[in-house]
């Protein structure tokens, strides 16, 4: 196990100001940035949870979620999940992190070997579980990961331009397939040159693989990255993050098995592997869960909108 | 190759893409998407890596643009310039 070191500086020109938070934080922003971080950070955890208590549907969803995993009393941890949400809020939005040298403390980074080798790249498969951001802390740390995803301050803030052009950060976006098209084919290509390429293994987008059944509920994980691999012929590397003791654990896991060419048994063998690691995290860390017991998307319901990879 | 064998072999290949739909007419402007083979970004992909089997060419990522998979005609025009670059190589 290794811990967080920088192997290369791949800070590269994203910076922590880049990233919002979720849209209905949007017009929060500039009040919270002004406040002292510790208070902003507090606040959203106090408003999630309070936001929990006053509107029924959400603690009644987090004491669901609760009673299923057999972990102590339903109460606490229905209340430390609404508070890790308001945590996970002020991490997407970047509250308190006014650089990267901020970014990059109090992290621990286990398993960066398996992707440190001679053949270096390959897939990172993380899931919307625990803190977020994994792949942009990674960079931090100086590990040249490339972001994706639908990226939607890209659009409006043009500080995104420079890493969009040189494909420290491909977007995915919302609209026409041909759009996600071109950022996929950028994608493989980034892989085949042996780039290291973050991708979601679930989330709004695509169609759906499979689904790991979970005592709150099931994770459904998406065709995308295993089209991906396939399409690459390139190592997948899941990547699980979870907050311990102040602290932002990264877990990179060994390789899944190698892409096989056939669809089917390849999607098999990958449910296969994935399945006890999310089952683990899941029993492990329940209370960080927050896109489980309050789906931010619903995959079932087709007026989301959630569009094809 | 002509423009006529490019776009028969960009039909041909959409047709057998897994996930795509027998379009009303197929031509030029036959959509790769909605309204035609009803292609998802993942079938588009797996298309355009079948055309560069097919054409012997490689795709510069860099240089893709979404407008490029609109319709057979657009992909073929993509396709024929990736082959004049590769006759008269710089």
């Known amino acids: 196990m290794a811990t967080g070191t920088a192997v290369v500086s791949a800070r590269g020109t994203i910076v922590p100001g880049m990233f919002g938070g979720p849209g209905r934080l949007a017009p929060w922003l500039p009040m919270l940035r002004r406040l002292p971080a510790p208070v902003a950070r507090q606040l959203l955890v106090a408003l999630a949870v309070g936001d929990g208590v006053a509107r029924s549907g959400r603690l009644h969803r987090a004491l669901s979620w609760s009673e299923d995993q057999h972990a102590g009393s339903k109460w606490s941890l229905a209340l430390r999940l609404l508070a890790n949400h308001g945590r996970f809020v002020a991490d997407e939005a970047m509250i308190g992190i006014p650089d990267v040298d901020t970014l990059q403390r109090d992290v621990i980074v286990h398993g960066a070997e398996h992707f440190e080798g001679p053949t270096s790249g390959g897939l990172l498969l993380g899931f919307h579980l625990g803190p977020p951001r994994t792949a942009y802390v990674l960079r931090a740390l100086g590990y040249p990961v490339r972001l994706t995803g639908r990226l939607e301050g890209a659009r409006e803030d043009e500080r995104w331009d420079e890493a969009l052009k040189t494909g420290e950060a491909v977007r995915l976006p919302t609209g026409a397939p041909r759009g996600r098209a071109e950022g996929l084919h950028r994608i493989r290509t980034l892989l085949r040159q042996g780039g290291l390429v973050y991708l979601a293994g679930d989330g709004p987008f695509g169609r759906e693989a499979f689904r790991i059944d979970l005592p709150g509920g099931p994770l459904v994980v998406r065709l995308g990255w295993l089209a991906m691999r396939r399409l690459a012929r390139v190592p997948t590397f899941p990547v699980f993050t979870y907050r311990e003791g102040g602290r932002r654990v990264i877990v990179i896991h060994p390789s899944l098995p190698q892409p096989d060419a056939d669809s089917d048994r390849d999607t098999a063998q990958c449910q296969a592997a994935l399945t006890p690691l999310v089952e683990s995290y899941v029993r492990r860390y329940p209370d960080q869960c927050r896109y489980l017991a309050f789906p931010a998307w619903e995959p079932d319901d087709p007026s989301s909108g959630a569009p094809d990879v | ?90």
């Open chain 2, 1 to 90: 190759m002509s423009n006529d064998e490019i776009l028969a072999a960009i039909i041909e290949l959409a047709d057998s893409t897994e996930g795509a739909t027998k379009p009303h007419t197929l031509d030029a402007e036959t959509p790769l998407s909605e309204g035609g083979f009803s292609l998802d970004s993942l079938g588009l992909i797996e298309l355009l890596m079948a055309c560069e089997d097919r054409f012997g060419i490689a795709l510069d990522a860099s240089e893709l643009l979404p407008q490029q998979l609109s319709t057979v005609g657009t992909l073929a025009v993509l396709i024929q310039s990736r082959l004049a670059d590769v006759r008269t190589p710089s």
